[in-house]
């Protein structure tokens, strides 16, 4: 059972678009949300992360939207570049858990000028 | 220069053969992870260990084994029962699970042939 769906699997935005990938979480115990980015042949790095008390987070282009009683948050990129190209992952975590992040199977970025 | 290292970059097997990764990292942190990334499927965590002489499977720990002797060290032996072990092998830690920025390696890939 997949816990975080992400969509879509792969994306194609004109550079200076806005690139939107959506992330839908089950376990309502989740209260921590980060956003990974992933180049080619390198390891993933945090990107942003949210957590429920605010519905949205912006860090320079990357904005984090959460929507808790829809169960979803998305990352939205302003003014995407050629270097923004990409494979984006969500994650989620519980509070007190102790438990490992579960991951969104990511989504493809490509940005083309 | 802190941070997580992983060896080979690059790795050849032949089919039936046991394969040892390894993972170090010099960041003081007490919980590390084991990622298994093939296109499309995102991260699938095989084993973390939270300290020292502990770990716990993850979703896919078949065909696999680690151990944590020292906590800079968390190598993983893909065992000749692992069906399909062809992927890129991903290494991260974290200070703790759940709500902490976890630090992934540049990851290693191996090939069985």
């Known amino acids: 059972q997949q816990q975080v769906k992400q969509s879509p699997q792969s994306l194609i935005v004109q550079k200076g678009g806005i690139s939107i990938i959506n992330c839908a979480y089950e376990n309502t115990a989740f209260d921590y949300f980060p956003w990974y980015q992933q180049f080619p042949g390198k390891g993933p790095a945090l990107l942003i992360a949210i957590r429920p008390d605010v519905s949205e987070k912006k860090e320079g282009r990357f904005t984090i939207s959460f929507n808790k009683s829809a169960k979803q948050f998305s990352l939205h990129i302003m003014d995407s570049q050629p270097g923004d190209s990409a494979t984006y992952f969500c994650a989620a975590s519980r509070d007190s858990g102790n438990t490992p992040l579960v991951f969104g199977k990511g989504t493809r970025l490509s940005v083309i000028a | 220069d802190g941070g997580i290292t992983q060896s080979p970059k690059y790795l050849f097997r032949k089919e039936g053969q046991n394969v040892t990764l390894s993972c170090e990292q010099n960041?003081?942190?007490?919980?590390m992870y084991w990622y298994r990334q093939d296109p499309g499927q995102g991260l699938r965590l095989i084993y973390y260990s939270q300290i020292v002489n502990d770990f716990q499977k993850g979703d896919i720990a078949e065909g696999y084994s680690v151990s944590r002797e020292k906590k800079e060290s968390f190598p993983l032996t893909v065992t000749s029962a692992q069906k399909n072990p062809t992927a890129f092998y991903l290494c991260?830690?974290?200070?703790?699970?759940?709500?902490?920025?976890?630090?992934f390696g540049p990851g290693t890939r191996l090939t069985v042939t």
């Open positions: 960041l003081n942190h007490d919980a």
């Open positions: 991260a830690s974290s200070t703790m699970t759940g709500q902490y920025e976890q630090y």
